[in-house]
């Protein structure tokens, strides 16, 4: 009650402050009358009265401001007050605003977009009840499908453990289970409508039972979906895609989606702001892992196999139990479940390994890592980077407002004078800062809202952006405020404090206050001091981080890039057998090689940084290989392949026509791979197999040079290549090197493409050059950032030097005058003022290399071919620098040159 | 006699205050000619110190204050104790009767 009474009588005190100063007034003059009537019964005559009256009152005015003081809203009053002064100062310089605000507005706007980036990837929460209760089993770094016996930390696992672990368990409420890969399939929405891309991740039925959402429309999948295999075909879909695709109409739940022969009913749609599970994937569907062997591409049926590992799995804590006793007992029965796998007399080799397989949890509330292993580090790079930007920015509009007070030095005189206490003006300064970093901070985060998006574009290794929610939520917001509140104390606090300190005398004096001047231009030097040497170091980072890209666009592939476009083809939407995808791609690879300006087409299993396929195989050796060593990267494709890649065949012959599935199975393979398998003879010839009783099954026929498989960083591995005429099932790449210009030759091949058959989609048409640039977007995004603001670092600091040298010769126009009247040169004074200049930015770079050279190191794992410390990078970031600051501080150094000294001697 | 006259500190002032409005409502007039006559014309208090310290208890609850008419056909505003103004009167009388028993203690052994 006293709480509400006191509120409204503050309330009444901002919005009714009339009314209040005349009761105020009302009851001070009330004693006045009575004094003064008992004054008049005294004796004295009406003036004498009153006079008296006032002067025992002791402070009429004085007094009445005591009792404002008391009623608790003065400082909000004051802050209103000092508001609205701040905007009228504002408006009336806004060339000045103007400069603050849009710098502050670049400084926060590249804060925010980062950290709406770093938020989104590496800090949010999944929007899923009790998060922090949720562990991964592993740590989801691998994805794909094994059947090795586990024998370390291990991450992916079959559906039997699924169960197994869903049942006996003591520690998790639940388990949760999704496939270790998503799907891009293609299909049909209700009917009759043209297929189209869709991204499809099998979950179990206990999915989103675990993670605890409910639906926005419809129901979500549960165990009874999931019971029996083949037999629930449903789906539930995402919010996004539900507004894409059907609008958004209530009616979705009942519609069908038509995947392949398969026709599943949508049963609901997931709450809004659940996208998955996994940072930076965003599946259209979710369906049914009991469905896993209807779904193309792969047609996956490990559902009954104990080895066959492919999910990832995920358990809800039961209260009160540790994340240490959760991995104990998952330990327990992982061992358990392996141990009957290898029966009672196992194999040394198979105890080894069941000693070493272990399962570690980590935490899953944060989503699976996805992306978040590839962004995290130069995300938190690019946030200092940004981060330095700000202060950047800070330290110009510090200079500005010291340039502003110095101006304004007589306002402040005046104000002191007249009563004003120091305190007051300092509010009132630190009121105008935070007025700009408020500015700043909306213009920030409107900024932020587009270069979020520019941003997630740019880190795409696709056509389309990265699937984030980077909207601005609470904690952007937050942290966009703090930005604008720190950088208002930083670029506030000094200038304010400094400008109230005024020697009264001096201060309204007409003069130029020349030792006040000094020390502060002493200030707004050694601001111009710290942002060189941050411009630097941010310029070292980029010239790094270039240089980084420049070195990994340089490794040599083993492709030959020019003339070869890749296209994306589903081919499994055909609906064929498995027999049936090889001649289907013969027809095409052939018509397209007609197209006049083609010379070669083969489709591919894999080209290139679209993941592995590695298995063991076995030769005659006497002393054959073990374990890993026998472990080779493999690929199926056309026979045109080797040509239309431009890799080039170092013995034997490539594929062709007469390798069918009724002939000698045969494969090609890489040099390194010869070397390895057969380092005292001739490989092509030589015979090997892909299990341990086929020893003789496949003859390899000829050898190529090696070719990057994964990454472009990676050394040479053994590699081996079938011809898919010799047993295939659906492949999705086509490459096609052809001359000629690419507007009308594509064209041409879609148009081939489609009528050998109308149901092969072509996803994606890109260049092999593009598609190898992509797997550098991560290289490419810090390159281009870290270049972008090491650039707009160095403006500002230019900004900044021409500034403050400006300023320095237009205060010190009397004495240049003076050295120019006794005999200085032109040559002399631009000297002057070029070393007085030169020396701040010397003093920079002094500092800036010192500060690069510590700081540059926490950035090495970016690095690629060049040391933290590259000379060669420093030096010429140095000498780039001080070139550019020459010419910011000719400018003003060729106005010196222009007193006249009879004018300025005049002046003084 | 001459009589010697006492400031009052501001705290003790407030005190006071409180004491003028046990009994009763009164306008910040009264309050400051009942001072000067309980406390025998020792105690000074100028309006200028008074009126704030009115003020500032209206804001902190202790009292409370309404308009109300006065013997010179004026309205004046009246101020009284809240029930925290009585408690607070209470006790800083307790404490101020403490604390000058023993600075009187102090002072007679000097």
Redesign the interface.
């Known amino acids: 009650m006293v709480f509400l009474s006191t509120l409204k009588r503050r309330w009444r005190a901002l919005t009714k402050k009339d009314e209040l100063e005349q009761e105020l007034d009302e009851e001070l003059r009330f004693h006045l009358e009575k004094d003064t009537a008992r004054n008049l019964e005294s004796g004295m005559n009406a003036a004498e009265a009153r006079y008296a009256a006032l002067r025992t009152f002791g402070g009429f005015e004085q007094s009445k401001e005591e009792c404002r003081d008391a009623w608790g809203v003065r400082f909000i009053q004051d802050l209103l007050q000092d508001l609205r002064f701040s905007v009228r100062m504002l408006l009336k310089s806004p060339a000045f605003a103007f400069l603050a605000v849009l710098t502050l507005t670049l400084g926060i706007g590249a804060n925010t977009a980062i950290f709406s980036l770093l938020d989104a990837v590496v800090l949010r929460s999944l929007p899923v009840k009790d998060p922090q209760e949720l562990l991964l089993l592993g740590k989801a770094d691998i994805g794909g499908l094994t059947d090795s016996f586990p024998d370390d930390s291990w991450d992916l696992f079959s559906y039997p453990f699924y169960e197994e672990l869903k049942q006996r368990n003591e520690v998790f409420q639940n388990v949760g289970g999704l496939l270790s890969m998503i799907w891009n399939v293609h299909g049909r929405v209700g009917a009759g409508s043209d297929v189209q891309k869709i991204q499809v991740q099998l979950v179990s039925g206990s999915y989103f039972p675990v993670l605890g959402i409910s639906p926005a429309l419809g129901r979500l999948l549960t165990d009874e979906d999931d019971k029996t295999v083949g037999d629930h075909p449903v789906a539930v879909i995402s919010h996004a895609w539900w507004q894409r695709e059907l609008a958004g109409e209530e009616t979705a739940v009942g519609k069908s989606i038509t995947i392949e022969k398969i026709t599943y009913t949508i049963v609901g749609v997931a709450p809004k702001r659940f996208a998955g599970t996994t940072v930076g994937e965003a599946p259209d569907v979710w369906i049914p892992l009991a469905m896993e062997k209807e779904l193309p591409p792969a047609h996956w049926n490990g559902r009954n196999q104990r080895l066959a590992q492919d999910l990832y799995l995920i358990g809800r804590l039961k209260s009160g139990v540790t994340p240490e006793r959760a991995g104990a007992n998952v330990n327990l029965l992982f061992k358990q479940f392996l141990q009957e796998e290898i029966g009672a007399q196992p194999s040394a080799e198979r105890l080894q390994n069941l000693q070493k397989a272990r399962i570690e949890l980590t935490p899953a509330g944060r989503g699976l890592v996805g992306i978040r292993r590839e962004f995290s580090k130069p995300l938190q790079v690019l946030m200092g980077v940004v981060g330095v930007v700000l202060l950047i920015s800070c330290a110009n509009i510090a200079n500005l407002l010291l340039a502003r007070a110095t101006s304004r030095q007589k306002e402040f005189g005046v104000r002191l004078a007249l009563g004003a206490g120091r305190i007051r003006l300092i509010r009132q300064l630190l009121t105008e800062s935070l007025l700009i970093a408020g500015l700043g901070a909306i213009g920030g985060i409107l900024l932020s809202w587009w270069g979020s998006r520019m941003l997630l574009l740019m880190a795409s290794s696709g056509a389309e952006s990265l699937p984030l929610d980077v909207n601005p939520n609470g904690r952007i917001l937050l942290f966009t405020l703090g930005c604008s509140l720190v950088s208002a104390i930083i670029f506030g606090t000094v200038p304010a404090l400094r400008a109230t300190r005024i020697d009264l005398n001096t201060g309204l004096k007409e003069g130029k206050g020349t030792v006040q001047t000094t020390s502060q231009s002493l200030l707004a030097k050694s601001f111009v001091v710290a942002q060189v040497a941050l411009s630097l170091l941010l310029m070292v980072a980029a010239g790094l981080f270039v240089r980084t890209l420049v070195n990994l666009q340089s490794i040599p592939t083993g492709f030959n890039q020019q003339n070869v476009t890749l296209f994306r083809i589903d081919t499994a939407t055909t609906g064929y057998k498995r027999e049936q995808f090889s001649p289907l791609m013969q027809d095409v690879e052939e018509k397209v090689k007609n197209v006049p300006g083609v010379q070669a087409a083969a489709f591919s299993f894999l080209i290139f940084n679209q993941g592995g396929w590695n298995s063991p195989i076995f030769t005659r050796d006497e002393t054959p290989m073990k374990g890993d060593a026998t472990v080779v990267r493999q690929n199926t494709v056309g026979q045109d392949y080797f040509t239309a890649m431009g890799i080039p065949v170092v013995a034997g012959r490539v594929f062709n026509r007469q390798d069918t599935t009724k002939s000698q199975p045969v494969a090609v393979v890489s040099e390194t791979m010869a070397q390895r398998f057969f380092p005292n003879s001739e490989a092509v010839g030589r015979r090997f197999g892909t299990g341990e009783k086929e020893k003789n099954k496949i003859e390899i026929v000829g050898v190529v040079k090696d070719v990057k498989y994964y990454s472009l960083t990676e050394n040479p591995k053994p590699m081996v290549y079938y011809p898919h005429s010799q047993d295939s099932g659906a492949l999705q790449n086509l490459a096609v090197r052809f001359s000629g210009r690419p507007e009308s030759v594509v064209p041409q091949i879609r148009q081939v493409i489609r009528s050998v058959n109308t149901n092969l989609p072509v996803d994606e048409v890109v260049t092999l050059a593009d598609h190898i640039e992509r797997s550098l977007v991560q290289q490419k995004l810090v390159a281009r950032l870290a270049s972008f603001f090491g650039l707009l670092a160095l403006l500002l600091a230019c900004i900044g030097l021409y500034g403050v040298l400006s300023y320095s010769v237009s205060q010190r126009s009397g004495e240049i005058g003076v050295r120019m009247a006794l005999g200085a040169t032109t040559g002399d004074v631009l000297k002057l003022i070029l070393k007085g200049g030169m020396t701040l930015v010397l003093l920079g770079v002094v500092f800036g290399i010192a500060g690069s050279f510590a700081l540059t190191r926490l950035a090495k794992a970016l690095l690629f071919g060049v040391k933290p410390s590259d000379p060669l990078t420093f030096a010429a970031v140095a000498v780039i620098l001080i070139v550019v600051a020459i010419i910011a501080c000719y400018i003003p150094a060729r106005r010196a040159t222009k007193v006249d000294p009879l004018t300025a001697l005049r002046y003084e | 006699m001459k009589k010697q006259k006492a400031d009052l500190l501001q705290g003790t002032l407030e005190l006071v205050i409180l004491r003028m409005l046990r009994s009763g409502s009164l306008?910040?007039?009264d309050v400051?000619q009942r001072i000067q006559m309980l406390s025998d014309e020792v105690l000074s208090v100028?309006?200028?110190?008074l009126?704030?310290a009115l003020?500032?208890l209206?804001?902190r609850?202790l009292i409370t204050a309404s308009w109300g008419p006065?013997d010179?056909n004026?309205?004046?505003?009246y101020y009284e104790l809240t029930v925290?103004g009585r408690k607070q009167l209470e006790a800083e009388r307790k404490s101020w009767e403490l604390f000058s028993s023993a600075i009187t203690i102090i002072l007679r052994d000097a």
């Open positions: 306008n910040g007039w400051m100028t309006p200028g110190a009126y704030p003020h500032r209206e804001e609850e006065s010179n004026r309205r004046a505003k925290a």
